[in-house]
């Protein structure tokens, strides 16, 4: 029975968690290495994009809640995401046009291109906060779980209860279906076949009468959808705060370079990776250890390897090791 009730507490403090995270991660990290792989440089304002389509999506969610419009048991959030995802393309079509095509026309060098991302990610920073404010943003509503921890209490007769929020469980859900629709868009539509080979070979790309402007505006859009998503899923699940996003670009960026930069497969499993390294590494081991270990071994103290404060830490030194020792990623994608 203890080892039932440390695999409950195990689940529903560390795998649940960092399965909805990972898929978090795993959608920021694909719109990174779409952007690295197409338009060949690493977009610092990435972390931004996210929280600007969420908050487009915010602000239409309160509209809709305004007018008493729901989705009962769902966050409408949902309803508003399409607005989000719409309002996130205009603004990287709009971005594309006013600073990133000049320095492409240019020839410019990815470093360029980098240090101008960055100057559009203090841009879009600010812009975000001056709309929606620094603070914390509530916007989720609808049931908040789907199991609460007493209800599986009373079906198991465990001590230990298992949670299952229904943010997490959309996550997953999202993250599947998005997903699958993207490698469907990739590898089977002349569009997405056009932009694999743009970003295998660009030159023999244009010899073949594949309009580049064309991929690039491609490559905004389903970026913009990406970050839209991946925003709102993790704004549902946590919260959303303007500054949260920004460091979220880290573990992103670690997720895409772990995987393999340019590799959409190795995207996702950068992404769990980070995220499982981050949740195990910050958790508190006490109850589980408890629960396995002998009342007389049993330990005192937390048992926590790093507090939650440092989470991002993980992230930065599995980046380092990965650039040290495989700097092409688990897949094989571009060397970072």
Known sequence: MDFLNAIVALANFVIIPAVAYGSQLALGALGVTLIYG???????????????????????????????????????????????????????????????????????????????????????????????????????????????????????????????????????????????????????????????AYSDNEDLALLSGINPERVVTYTWLIVAALATVAGTLYGLDKSYKPFVYFQLLLPIFASAIVGGLGSPIGAIAGGFVIAFSEVTITYAWKKVLGYLMPDSLAPDGLVQLLSTDYKFAVSFVILLIVLLFRPTGLFGGKSA
């Open 38 to 196: 197409i338009l060949r440089f690493s977009n610092f304002a990435h972390g931004d994009t996210m929280a600007f389509g969420t908050m487009v999506t915010i602000l239409v969610t309160w509209w809709l809640q305004a007018q008493g419009i729901t989705l009962g048991p769902l966050p409408t959030a949902l309803l508003a995401l399409p607005f989000g995802i719409l309002g996130c393309m205009a603004l990287l079509l709009l971005t594309d046009k006013l600073v990133y095509r000049f320095y492409r026309e240019q020839k410019a060098k990815p470093m360029i291109l980098v240090i101008v991302s960055t100057g559009v990610m203090f841009i879009m920073n600010g812009l975000v906060r001056l709309i929606i404010g620094p603070d914390d943003q509530r916007f989720a509503d609808g049931e908040r779980f789907i199991i609460t921890a007493r209800e599986f209490k009373q079906m198991t007769g465990l001590q230990e209860g298992l949670a299952l929020k229904t943010t997490q469980g959309i996550t997953v859900v999202t993250a599947v279906v998005v997903v699958a629709l993207l490698f469907w868009f990739l590898n089977r539509t002349r569009t997405g076949k056009s932009m694999r």
